[in-house]
């Protein structure tokens, strides 16, 4: 039975303490310091930049009135009135929005604690999670490979990433839809381990047990013999279930992160009881944990996002609200058996589904998926272009920039990984490759579906931790296996270091283009190498 623990769950705890220690100290020093870059001027422009001008607004209106109202026509510029602190902008006419609320909630919570008026207020929570999800990744990174240095440099790599870091800074949904598919990814790990930590103490006395009975007559209870212990309710699952429907409650793309999870944890699960020597492993796991699985988490995922809806249901005034009472349902038929309010928001779903489905419009910024990992259409979100004696330029000209280019060491160096990391999940059967592709797989390639769609790279800000996990993978290999001589060892260290020194050299130098900081024009020229990123 220890040797069946080792098998499932690796070193003893015991043994890694002092490594866990460093990891814990690292880690959380380089949140620090991602948190305070994040926090910097965070009320710097001073206005709505991009798509801010919806969320925003609709956050506060959320708070104000439990959904989305249209703006008066007879206002021509809301934007200036909203920053100057008049709140007094919306009509008594519910809006068609095609997001649903969590994200703009979470944007509401920092207007409620610094006001509505407030740039710092609109941003605070992106900064907050932004952050967070840089101790997160590191200590996911810890539950994958279990070094100290692995996991610090993939809380360094994510730290100093320009996408992550500018949508940190800025009011849009998309870091809210990392955030919890990146919790939800945690606690499945959790989940995994602990799962197997259960496995291995409960395989020796349920083999005891089937070798003292007698044989059953029964085929069902023959096949269920084969399949190994039941393990209880996995409570981490259900965790990993609330916060996967508070990532489809802020963007409906979390349905695939979801999906593959899902999946991912139930193949976990065939693993553990396949290693643990379950003669019947596929069709046992498939029933004993993938049933238990799906119970635990897509319903659980399912009353979590209709329950984000509570502010549209607890008023009758928002988008659809009362569909369902201008369009009854036919006397006998299944529809009469849906409450009214659940039919209603259907039918504003059904709305929202053929918005997306059909959005076609041109747009400077606009990109295609396949591009994205190369950073080839990076999103323009602010752009002034001051000459000297304006904002401080002391230059002819000057620029004034906030570009979402994404650390070429995190998304070059993923690109080129991709493959690397699909050959040790497919062929050498590594368990954390996969990991490192799920997000990957969830995140970035239901995109490609949408090739007609107008879509943009901001996007790929949700898939970002998992890219850089791909990076931390191929580290792994650069630093050499737990056995590999100590020489081997510390030259791959070495080289881990430097890597990660270089990235961190990469984002300082594009700070200033992160931040809208005001440079001559000659110094934003030397950053922005290509037409396609200006």
Not at 40 to 65: C, I, M, N
Not at 113 to 142: E, F, K, N, Q, Y
Not at 265 to 280: F, H, M, S
Not at 306 to 315: D, E, K, L, S
Request: aromatic share 14%; with cysteine; net charge positive.
């Amino acid at each position: 039975m220890e040797l069946l623990r080792a098998r499932l769950l690796g070193p003893e705890p015991r043994t890694l303490v002092r490594s866990n220690r460093i990891a814990w100290v690292g880690i959380l020093l380089v949140t620090v310091v991602g948190g305070a870059l994040r926090l910097w001027r965070l009320g710097h422009p001073g206005r709505l930049v991009f798509d801010e001008t919806y969320y925003v607004k609709q956050a506060w209106s959320l708070r104000l009135y439990g959904h989305e109202r249209e703006i008066k026509d007879a206002i021509e510029d809301p934007n200036a009135l909203f920053t100057n602190g008049t709140m007094d902008i919306w009509d008594d006419v519910p809006d068609l929005v095609v997001h649903p609320p969590v994200g703009k909630w979470m944007i509401a919570l920092g207007e409620m604690l610094l006001g509505p008026d407030s740039p710092t207020g609109w941003r605070l929570s992106s900064a907050v999670v932004g952050t967070l999800s840089i101790l997160v990744l590191g200590r996911i990174a810890w539950h994958l490979w279990q070094n100290a240095l692995l996991a610090i440099s993939a809380a360094a790599l994510l730290a100093m990433d320009g996408h992550h870091f500018v949508q940190s800074r800025i009011g849009l949904l998309d870091i809210f839809v990392m955030w919890w598919a990146l919790l939800a990814f945690l606690f499945l790990l959790l989940d995994r381990e602990q799962g197997r930590r259960r496995l291995a103490t409960r395989w020796g006395p349920w083999l005891e047990r089937v070798r003292a009975d007698p044989a059953p007559t029964s085929t069902v209870r023959r096949w269920v013999r084969r399949w190994g212990p039941g393990l209880g309710v996995r409570w981490w699952r259900i965790a990993a279930g609330v916060s996967l429907g508070l990532c489809i409650g802020t963007k409906w793309s979390g349905l695939y992160f979801l999906a593959v999870f899902g999946l991912m944890t139930v193949w976990w699960d065939l693993g553990a009881r396949r290693t643990a020597g379950a003669r019947g492993w596929f069709v046992g796991g498939a029933v004993r944990d993938g049933i238990p699985a799906f119970l635990a988490m897509v319903p659980v995922a399912l009353v979590t996002y209709v329950t984000t809806w509570t502010g549209w249901f607890v008023t009758d005034k928002g988008w659809k609200r009362n569909w369902a009472v201008d369009h009854p349902a036919g006397p006998g038929s299944l529809a009469a058996l849906v409450p009214d309010p659940l039919r209603s928001l259907w039918a504003y779903h059904v709305e929202m589904m053929t918005f997306h489905v059909g959005l076609q419009n041109e747009h400077a910024w606009k990109s295609n998926p396949w591009s994205w990992s190369v950073q080839w259409r990076p999103t323009l979100f602010y752009a002034e272009w001051p000459t000297r004696g304006e904002k401080g330029c002391e230059a002819a000209s000057c620029v004034e920039y906030i570009a979402s280019l994404g650390n070429l060491f995190v998304w070059w160096g993923a690109t080129l990984g991709l493959l690397v990391v699909a050959f040790l999940w497919l062929l050498r059967r590594d368990w954390r490759a996969g990991a490192a592709l799920s997000g990957v797989v969830a995140g970035w390639f239901p995109w490609f579906l949408y090739q007609t769609r107008t879509i943009y790279s901001f996007y790929a800000v949700a898939f970002v931790p998992w890219l850089v996990l791909v990076v931390v993978c191929c580290l792994g290999l650069v630093l050499g296996r737990a056995d590999a001589s100590p020489e081997r060892r510390r030259w791959g260290a070495v080289a881990v270091v430097v890597y990660v020194v270089l990235a961190t050299a990469w984002f300082v130098w594009y700070f200033p283009v992160h931040t809208a900081q005001v440079i001559p024009r000659s110094e934003w020229n030397l950053r922005l190498w290509f037409d396609f990123w200006t």
